[in-house]
């Protein structure tokens, strides 16, 4: 069905035959009519009626296509005078021409893309209880939908932070209240928390050398001074840190699993960095981004669970033991703080996903996430020992406790224009050298995420390995 209007130029059709809703249909033609000049302003259109009659369609229809374009100020109803086209004609914004980078570029190959094998930081895509989630998370919008009309606690549903809290006292050792736990969206969520709260900008900070490169960038950013600090088979080396930076007003730490060493910060340095926070009331983050998923043997207790000054702020994620789609992970407030990280919360970043929020609360009650974290270990650590069986001896692994396996490259490498091109060729391993402060120095290597690493697809993903790293000698 088409319609001639008031030129030549112009005509209004209308496609039974596609899905696009016919009152869509009209007010697609009749913005793209008025934007291209092809209708004057204050051109009048025909009426409601006169509209519906000659395309065959309700009179509702039209009347609905009209009153969007009213409310996009294309047209002005005038009552008895009909509509028109409104007397300014709308000016179309020019579009920028500067190419904008995304986020992260150099570091995240990209978002929302399926993993590929090596990659780290992702969990395992085919074990996730998809059904099981499916389920509980159907149950969780009923009662969203069903809850009192209020503004909701911007620390998080009370149930999910008791349920997380009774998983920390059980799993990592930190006694803590409900009310220290502020829900996030996940650990970088955490961190600009922590030094929001804190009130750190401007101060120098410990950073672990290697350490995560996005922590680092996400600090830099928050106008925080940078401080790389050496780790060894023992973790952060605490008196290099007070010779470098004795006054600095922040540690950032993984003493669980040091990202990307793998190692566990032992007992004596655990007491010096307390010490040290505590003599220099200087605060530490800990990264706590495995949580139980330690492979060999029994994961160490939180730096939390021994920090007996308030000095530890703990983050978590539920991004690598479950999933990133979630956007859900939690901070643990010094109790003499607590109010205070409350406050900002409440005013500048509240906890995000009530609906997931009350499906991980039933997650955790029901006792799935324990059991899931089990099956994980025992899953992950099959999937590491195939990768090493695969790879043999010929290249050099270090045997750590974590999901991602280091392998070492020759000097001379370029470990990064390594792994740009392994992503042409289907596999992510993630360079060694960005994780430290000084590149350039850096031995080369790869972190090789085990996680998404399945049967049926090892051996090729290996073989292109060996074949790039063969390629680049």
Known sequence: MTL??????????????????????????????????????GARLPSWLDMATRLGVARGTVKAAYERLTDEFLVVSAGAAGTRVAGRKPVTPTLPTRQIARPLQ?????????????????????????????????????????????????RGHPELRAQIASYLAISRGIRCVPDQIIL?????????????????????????????????????LAGMKVVPVPVD????????????????????????????????????????????????DAWIVEDDYLSELQLTGRAAPALAA????????????????????????????????????????????PAPNPTTQLALASFLADGHYLRHLRHMKALYMERRNALRE?????????????????????KGFSDVALAQQALGRGIAPLPMSVWHHNREDAQPGFLLGVTNLRKGHLEQACGTLRELIAAGA
């Open 4 to 41: 001639q209007l008031t030129n030549d130029r112009f005509s209004i059709a209308i496609d039974r035959s596609k899905p696009v809703p016919i009152t869509e249909q009209i007010t697609t033609n009749l913005r793209s009519a008025i934007m291209e000049g092809l209708l004057e302003p």
């Open 106 to 154: 150099g570091i995240e190959r990209g978002f929302s893309l399926a993993p590929l094998p090596f990659q780290i930081g992702v969990p395992a895509q085919d074990a996730f209880p998809a059904k099981l989630w499916s389920r509980i998370r159907t149950r969780a919008v009923r009662e969203d939908a069903m809850a009192p009309v209020g503004p909701p606690d911007p």
């Open 184 to 220: 996030t969206s996940g650990y970088k969520n955490g961190l600009f928390l922590a030094i929001t709260t804190l009130q750190l900008h401007g101060r120098s900070v410990w950073m672990e050398d290697p350490g995560y490169p996005i922590a680092k960038m996400g600090l830099e």
């Open 233 to 280: 088979d023992q973790g952060i080396r605490v008196n290099r840190g007070i010779a470098l930076a004795p006054d600095a007003g922040l540690a950032v730490v993984t003493p669980g699993q040091q990202a990307p060493t793998g190692v566990t910060m032992s007992p004596s340095r655990r007491r010096e960095l307390l010490d040290w926070a505590k003599r220099e």
């Open 306 to 349: 021994e920090d007996t000054h308030g000095r530890v702020v703990h983050v978590g994620s539920f991004s690598k033991t479950l999933s990133p789609a979630l956007s859900l992970g939690f901070l643990v407030a010094p109790l003499a703080m607590a109010e205070r990280f409350g406050e900002v919360a409440a005013c500048l970043n």
């Open 390 to 410: 695969c790879l043999g001896q010929d290249l050099i692994m270090q045997d750590v406790s974590g999901l991602a396996v280091p392998i070492r490259l020759p």
